[in-house]
Each structure stands twice: as C-alpha cells, then as structure tokens.
C-alpha cells in the first residue's frame, strides 16, 4: 500500500495551495480517507475526513470555512484545497486511510503517507 502526497511548498499568509494524495495498493473506494498535519514541536493533529463515497466530510475547527477535502474514487486520490493560509497552518500534511469512518484520531488510521512540507510565511 501507497499513499503519496505532494503540493506542498512556501506560500504567503492568505494564499492558497492544493494538496493531493494519490494511492495505490487499496481498493481506494473501500476506505475513508483523512488528512492530518504535524507542526515542528507539536503532536500530529486531525485536519479533516471524507467517507469512502465522499459523501460526508468533517473539519477541525481551526480550518472550517477555509479547507476542503474531496476526493476521486477513479483517479484514487483524496484532495486537500487550502485557502486563506495562516502561519500556524505551517506543518507537514499526511494523508491517511482507514476502514474506521469519519475518525479524528491519529490513531484510527491503519495506512499513512509520508507526508508534504507546507510552509506558510507571514
């Protein structure tokens, strides 16, 4: 099992970048996906989830309104798209599967990928 991410880089507060996270290995539309970002210093934590049919999304509070998770089940890829960037948003985003639903725990993925730089400046 594969997941890699990329689309990450150095933007300017307020900016916008789309990550995406392609898989293989999986039977993509089998599991739910999220995406969840560790900051230098920091515990990884839950950015946001989508259901296998990509039907139901949740976000942490700190990105609502500014992020988007979506995803592909033919392209079998899960897509972040970033919006009105802050500096505390800098971190390394990875993308995760499980088979657990809409889960927010680090914990509840079984597959993870190695993760993207984005680094936001002020």
């Known amino acids: 099992v594969q997941l890699q991410a990329s689309g990450g880089g150095l933007v300017q507060a307020g900016g916008s970048l789309r990550l995406s996270c392609a898989t293989s290995?999986?039977?993509?539309?089998?599991?739910?996906m999220g995406w969840l970002r560790q900051a230098p210093g920091k515990e990884r934590e839950f950015v946001a989830a989508?259901?296998?049919?990509?039907?139901?999304?949740v976000y942490t509070d700190s990105v609502k309104g500014r992020f988007t998770i979506s995803r592909d089940n033919a392209k079998n890829t899960v897509y972040l798209q970033m919006m009105s960037l802050k500096p505390e948003d800098t971190a390394i985003y990875s993308c995760?599967?499980?088979?657990?639903?809409?889960?927010?725990?680090?914990?509840?993925?079984?597959?993870w990928g190695q993760g993207t730089q984005v680094t936001v400046s002020s």
């Open positions: 995760a599967a499980t088979r657990g639903g809409l889960t927010s725990s680090p914990r509840g993925y079984g597959y």
């Open positions: 290995g999986l039977t993509f539309s089998n599991y739910d």
């Open positions: 989508i259901r296998r049919s990509g039907g139901s999304t």
